[in-house]
């Protein structure tokens, strides 16, 4: 069985015959925590209104401000979270050791730890649409 991660969205904007823009609302888990009130991370935990894109069949089946629920695989949901915190970080700390291993100088290994990345994010920026198709959301 496939796992998929689900939320229930409603649909903001009819794009073109194939495509929805839906909202989600991303809410932290300290939402639903009976000591939330007493707790000092709740005070950073926040509600989100994210949109987006869910390719469908046929749009006009769907109107703006109908209720839907947007699924996507669990398995996208780790890609994302590889890509977006888990290389950058190898990266930053290979980078910091390697030069700080050949200069065995702090500012410069720091610098080239912060410079790796702009090529990291640059090459995610160019690569967006391919990587875009690998993160379908659907409908229920």
Same mark, same amino acid.
């Given at each position: 069985?496939?796992?998929?991660? *689900? ?8 794009? *073109?015959?194939?495509? =929805?823009?839906?909202?989600?609302? $991303? ?6 925590? $009976? ?6 991370? $709740? ?16 749009? *006009? *089946? /769907? ?36 030069? /700080?291993?050949? $200069? ?15 090529? /990291? /994010? =640059?090459? =995610? ?16």
């Amino acid at each position: 069985m496939e796992n998929i991660i *689900d939320h229930p969205g409603i649909v903001k904007e009819i794009r *073109d015959k194939k495509t =929805l823009i839906v909202s989600i609302i $991303s809410t932290s888990a300290c939402n639903h925590c $009976s000591s939330k009130e007493a707790c000092s991370l $709740s005070l950073s935990s926040e509600v989100k209104e994210k949109e987006v894109e869910v390719s469908v069949q046929n749009a *006009d *089946d /769907y109107k703006p401000g109908q209720s839907v629920i947007v699924v996507m695989n669990q398995k996208n949901g780790i890609l994302a979270v590889v890509l977006g915190y888990i290389v950058p970080l190898f990266l930053l700390l290979a980078s910091v050791f390697v030069v /700080y291993g050949v $200069s065995h100088n702090e500012a410069w290994a720091g610098l080239s730890g912060l410079l790796i990345l702009v090529p /990291y /994010y =640059l090459a =995610l920026y160019f690569l967006n649409s391919r990587i875009k198709k690998q993160f379908q959301f659907r409908l229920k």
